[in-house]
């Protein structure tokens, strides 16, 4: 039996039939143990619905667990992604997936459940070929040609016989019943689903695949991947950009990873893996897979150095706190070295460490103060800091102005700042404001008049710290100690005050005091609300250097008869703890950043990035270090 049948076979005994009281029914298939994707319109978009769910014979209960938005009546086609997730309880084996899509004319096979020739509905094959893209709206679809795709099909997997991975969910015919294929919802578009949900099914696919799934082996014996004369030099040179990792190889790498917890640095992991010349990523980083397929599609190692894939899995194993999956990554890289002729480089490697905690990055530093004669106006003052021994005034008021016409002005003057330091993308840029303005949207601004689409914060690390009122000799004592013990720690112990937190102020300055190791506060809202403004003023009175929160304020305890659990603001913080998981406090301001660009490619969901705010105080205090350098006349 060639290759080719042998997908075919297995592609097949993945699909199933759904089926329920006044649905449409269709087709679907099993993407990770005991989960099924199918259409929305197959199901109906109905999220909690109880479906049939017909496999090999068999009939079993699932559950549609996620959906896609319904069709309104308005709507001959189903909005974008017309994809819906269905549990059913049985240990299913799944289909090889792939975000790519596939080259023009390639050939393609589609399978699903029909009533086409006789009253029975029966899993019909279709031969097809890819015509290319097709972009409706913002949406791209995959036109896909050939054979009928009668009623029945839709939900079934399209697989991509050259690279012999499923690369598409088929949505329509063209028109109902007609032949000559229709279209189909790429793989990628999986990333529409609850970032959770994603995970869930990346992990249990890559689990799967690597422990007893056929699909690998039978990849690694395709010559049309990549050409079996390639030599190994080609492969790591960097003008040839060939795929570096064979597909066993990448699913034993995948499925160690699946066993990591959330990291929330995977962009600076990817960065340290690829170097100073780290290629632009063309998707976001959603967990540690993506970092192995970037690494593997777009990276390439300088010549004479470690491919970057290598180093992904050397200092990963080097971070790694569970000994079973260091071991592993390990091996796995000494193995994948050995095959690359590599393994002198590996040998050699040493990995980078993460950003040093000590290095105080380049930062716009940015000072908005109420007039000492009309607590009305503000004094705007901008410095340029490259280290404390190399700083400069940038700006500074003579007069006070009223506060909208100094922020306005402070949006004038950021981008020259920011081009004199002349830093990239790692400039910070922190803001000292009073108390009360700790909340405004910062990150949000837009500074670049014909760049309307660039919002501040997604461009460069953004920060706030509180102008002090409480600039004792204390109170910067005890800040000193706490963001010390903090660089000493491989991640940043959070500790979080919840909406229905009963401790008042004395309790909770009380409780900064018993420990420098409540250093870093997590706020369910914005601090101007009873609560979190009641912890934050005890917290900075106590020297505290850290904080995060929520700009916007707990909707569901907003509501009278509140009754969601979680809240939102449980659900923040609970999101957010998972992505810091891991980030040590020089890292914060980086991880931040890639969190509100992340939040910002999510429209309509709700995202722990989205409104996120970073109080972060590492001590530098320009005007007080110009006071000192002045000189005084004799």
Known sequence: ????????????????????????????FFVAPGYVLTCAHVVDGQVGRQVAVTWNGDDHSGSVVWSGPRADRTQQVWPHPDLAVVQVPVDSPCVWLDENVPDYDADLFASGHARLYGPREERRPAALTSPGLIELGDVSLLRISGDELPDGMSGGP?????????????????????????????????????PDLLRELWRGHDRYHASSGPWPGLLDRMSDRRSNGLALEEIVDPKKLQPVLRPTEISELRSLLADLPVAGDLNEVYRLACGPAAPRLERPLLDWRDVVGALDDIAAAARGALHPLLAFAELTARRCHQPDVAGGLDGWARRVATRLGQRAELGQYDPPDRVVPHEKPMAVIAKVEASAHDQDRYLLTIWLYRRDEDFEVFFADEDPRPLPDALAGLKNLLPGALNLLDGGPDVLVEFVLPRQLLNEPVDEWQIWPTRRFARLGRRHPVVVRALSEDDDPYSRKRGEERWQWLTTQDTVPWNWIHCEDKRDQEILYAWFEESTGHAALGLPGPPETDLPHEALVAGLFAGLRVAVWRRTRCEDHDLADFSTQPCAGDRFRDELSGKLLGVNVAQLPRVVKDLRNAAAQQVGTEHCGRDVVLLWDLGRRPEAMYLQSLVPLA
Do not use: F, W, Y
């Open 1 to 28: 039996m060639s290759i080719a049948a042998d997908l075919k076979e297995h592609l097949q005994g993945c699909v199933v039939r759904l089926s329920g009281t006044g649905l449409r029914g269709g087709s679907g």
């Open 158 to 194: 399209v697989l991509d016989l050259t690279t012999g991975a499923v690369c598409g969910v088929v949505k329509t015919a063209r028109a109902r019943n007609a032949p000559h294929g229709g279209v189909a919802v790429p793989v990628r578009a999986l990333r529409e689903l609850p």
